[in-house]
């Protein structure tokens, strides 16, 4: 069991300040964290037991003990402390080298995080709702309108009905058509992009199935999922954390993707085969 820091580091800025007091102890101090009971942990950190119970149902934990079990799972893996580490800035003047080292670097520790925070059996869920789906409708604005483009190539080379709409209102338009044999999947890093919250509710309210793909934590748009999914990214002054969230929602299409694939293999392969061949025609 891990993931406990990286949940702490996506949530800060979300948290109460009585909370923040004890997260940022934490993810200062872990290792001594795992010696503290939660009386001690109140008193070295300046906050409260009361804070630090409210913490933990903040980070869907069930209580401080499984607190410190994930904490303890993620300095087992090396990460002694996620006050940012791992994520690289790119500076003025950065040399093209430490631009490859960093891009790649913060790509990686994204999809990392990412992994400790995705709860395998929602995503199974998921992927069983998006396989008996008649119908999926991507929605996302922006970069996350290419993670539903790339999402509607991919479900469709398996034979899916998959679509995503670049505009907006044609996204809002388009989800009052959804009913109880479809699914849609609203993408959005913060999770508070007014156009895809709106279009992943009217599809709900037509009795469609919903996933959400967001940052961790109780976001809008997780609010109206029936199967949130959540990814971690640390975005930074020039937001190369943008790039390396993008890469990270890609990495969840890709899960969901083959999940579904997997479930329909000797069909999907047939399916791969002959839009293979059929792209191969026109590139001739």
Do not use: W
């Amino acid at each position: 069991m891990n993931g406990g820091l990286v949940r702490l580091k996506e949530l800060y800025q979300d948290l109460k300040p009585s909370e923040q007091i004890a997260a940022s102890y934490i993810l200062q101090h872990p290792e001594r964290m795992l010696q503290l009971s939660i009386a001690q942990l109140a008193d070295e950190s300046g906050s409260s037991q009361a804070a630090i119970v409210r913490l933990c149902k903040s980070m869907g934990v069930t209580g401080y003990q499984n607190l410190k079990l994930m904490v303890a799972g993620d300095l087992q893996q090396g990460q002694t402390s996620l006050n940012g580490s791992g994520y690289q800035e790119i500076r003025p003047g950065e040399s093209v080298e430490n631009i490859i080292a960093s891009v790649a670097g913060n790509n990686m520790q994204s999809i990392q995080d990412s992994v400790k925070v995705l709860d395998p059996a929602v995503v199974r869920q998921a992927i069983e709702a998006l396989d008996r789906a008649q119908r999926i409708f991507f929605y996302g604005i922006g970069a996350s309108n290419l993670i539903a483009m790339d999402a509607q190539q991919k479900f469709m080379r398996i034979s899916k009905t998959a679509l995503a709409f670049a505009d907006p209102h044609v996204q809002l338009t388009a989800s009052v058509s959804l009913g109880k044999r479809d699914v849609a999947v609203g993408i959005s890093y913060s999770g508070e992009t007014k156009a895809v919250i709106a279009a992943l509710r009217s599809a709900r309210e037509q009795g469609a199935e919903t996933v959400s793909i967001t940052k961790f934590g109780n976001t809008t748009l997780s609010g109206y999922a029936d199967y949130p999914l959540f990814i971690s990214s640390t975005e930074h002054e020039i937001r190369s954390g943008a790039m390396a969230s993008r890469i990270a929602q890609l990495n969840v299409i890709d899960i969901l993707y083959l999940g579904v694939a997997s479930r329909n293999y000797n069909y999907a392969v047939q399916q791969l085969e002959l839009s293979r061949k059929a792209i191969k025609e026109i590139e001739r």
